[in-house]
């Protein structure tokens, strides 16, 4: 476009164009010509400014996917971690599990794997301050009764969750 206005401007300079007629529609074309040259240019200066604003919000974006990508790096090495710390606790008690395993009778063993698969992982509760730490009820008297009077090897039972019971110091016997 600027070399087609320089070109007419030349042929208008020139004097080779004779004819007014002519020579009007040539000034046209040439006002016409910057007009759309103008305008053209005002085009080209609002898509860079948009572009500056793009390119503005594109790195704004990165430093925040960024700081986000640290954030998730973070808590990934953090959940690693408790994974390996609950896999090393789950192994050292699944060894202490199987050494008291070999000590209890295996009816009792039996019971309490089945109670244990019934009640959502705990198959035993203990007994604190006549209350069932597996359902979180309070015996009542007649049970209380019940257990103070049965002897130390009698395996006792929840009446409400059937959970065996474990008597401590604490039971409140």
Same mark, same amino acid.
């Given at each position: 476009?600027?070399?087609? *206005?320089?070109?007419d401007?030349?042929?208008l300079d020139?004097? *080779?164009?004779?004819s007014?007629?002519?020579?009007?529609?040539l000034?046209r074309?040439? #006002?016409?010509?910057?007009?759309?040259?103008?305008d053209?240019?005002?085009?080209v200066?609002?898509i860079?400014?948009?572009?500056? *604003?793009?390119?503005e919000?594109?790195a704004?974006?990165?430093? %925040?996917?960024?700081?986000v990508?640290?954030k998730?790096? !973070?808590?990934?090495? %953090?959940?690693?971690?408790? #994974?390996?710390?609950? !896999?090393?606790e789950?192994?050292?008690?699944?060894?202490?599990?199987?050494?008291?395993a070999? =000590?209890?009778?295996?009816?009792?063993m039996?019971?309490y794997?089945?109670?244990?698969v019934?009640?959502?992982?705990?198959g035993?509760? %203990?007994?604190?301050?006549?209350?069932?730490?597996?359902?979180?009820?309070?015996?009542?008297?007649?049970? =209380?009764?019940d257990?103070?009077?049965?002897s130390?090897?009698?395996?006792?039972?929840?009446e409400?969750?059937?959970?065996?019971?474990?008597?401590?110091?604490?039971s409140g016997?």
């Amino acid at each position: 476009m600027r070399q087609r *206005a320089v070109r007419d401007q030349q042929r208008l300079d020139s004097g *080779a164009v004779s004819s007014p007629k002519d020579l009007e529609s040539l000034q046209r074309e040439i #006002t016409s010509l910057a007009k759309r040259q103008g305008d053209l240019e005002d085009v080209v200066l609002e898509i860079m400014e948009r572009r500056e *604003a793009a390119q503005e919000r594109v790195a704004e974006l990165t430093e %925040r996917v960024s700081a986000v990508q640290a954030k998730v790096d !973070d808590a990934t090495a %953090r959940r690693d971690a408790a #994974t390996a710390e609950l !896999d090393a606790e789950a192994a050292t008690v699944t060894k202490d599990r199987q050494v008291v395993a070999e =000590v209890v009778p295996a009816d009792l063993m039996k019971l309490y794997d089945k109670l244990r698969v019934q009640q959502g992982g705990v198959g035993a509760a %203990r007994l604190y301050q006549r209350r069932c730490e597996g359902c979180r009820l309070e015996l009542n008297m007649a049970e =209380v009764g019940d257990v103070k009077a049965a002897s130390p090897e009698t395996v006792l039972r929840c009446e409400n969750c059937h959970r065996i019971l474990v008597r401590t110091a604490e039971s409140g016997l």
